[in-house]
């Protein structure tokens, strides 16, 4: 099964798809963490993405596309895999869907997490991440067992840069003008399953499994 993950950014994709990678047995396949890696590692890659992610900007296309592209078509992605933060922009859409095309394939579901920018800004102020391993959590809503301590690897959580206050209206502003779209344009092609993302994460996930009719 091959799934996409839509919403704003905090909207809780990178939880759900996490969770929908582990109940399908399918590789989750988050385009931010790839950065992040690189950017950790000093990797090109990471040099030339940091920029733009630090003001909350997207990385362009053409950074993006092949290396998805790539990923997907390593051995364990072939019985799917649930992109997390891929696609984001309307041309990245069409790249996907020309290089499933070349193998006959298709993209299943994109699950579009709803949740108002109001609320996005109070959770994204709680937003912290684990430098070492990835885990992310919030202060409030899903919190380590030790305040800024990570319960997967011990290591010291953080706010990462672009979940600071004046980068998360950057970055909503952007999702509205660059991924926004791509809800109609895979509602033009009926693969769209919208979730109300304001619910707590259980129910989230909850209804997503019923509206893919598992
Ligand atoms: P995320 O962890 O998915 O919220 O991504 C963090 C940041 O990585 C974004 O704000 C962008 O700067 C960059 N990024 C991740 N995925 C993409 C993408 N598909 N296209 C462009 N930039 C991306």
Known sequence: ?????????????????????????????????IFRANIKGG??????AQGYMDAGQ???DELVCDLVVDRIAQEDARNGYVLDGFPRTIPQAEALEAALKKKGENVDY???IDVPDEAIVDRMSGRR???????????????PKIADV???????????????PETVLNRLSVYHKQTQPLIDYYEERGLVVNVDGTKDMDAVFAEILEKIGK
Do not use: W
């Not at 990178?14 to 047995?25: C, M």
């Not at 990797?43 to 030339?48: A, I, N, Q, S």
């Not at 990570?150 to 600071?164: A, M, Q, S």
């Open 110 to 112: 994109a699950v579009n």
């Open 150 to 164: 990570c319960d997967v690897c011990g290591n010291k959580l953080i706010i990462r840069d672009d979940d600071k």
């Open 58 to 60: 997207l990385v362009p």
């Open 43 to 48: 990797t090109e890659l990471g040099k030339k």
């Open 1 to 33: 099964m091959k799934v996409i993950m839509l919403g704003a950014p905090g909207a809780g994709k990178g939880t759900q798809a996490k969770r929908l990678a582990q109940e399908f047995s399918i590789p989750h396949i988050s385009t931010g963490d």
């Open 129 to 143: 991440a684990c430098t070492n391993c990835g885990a992310t959590y919030h202060i409030v809503y899903n919190a």
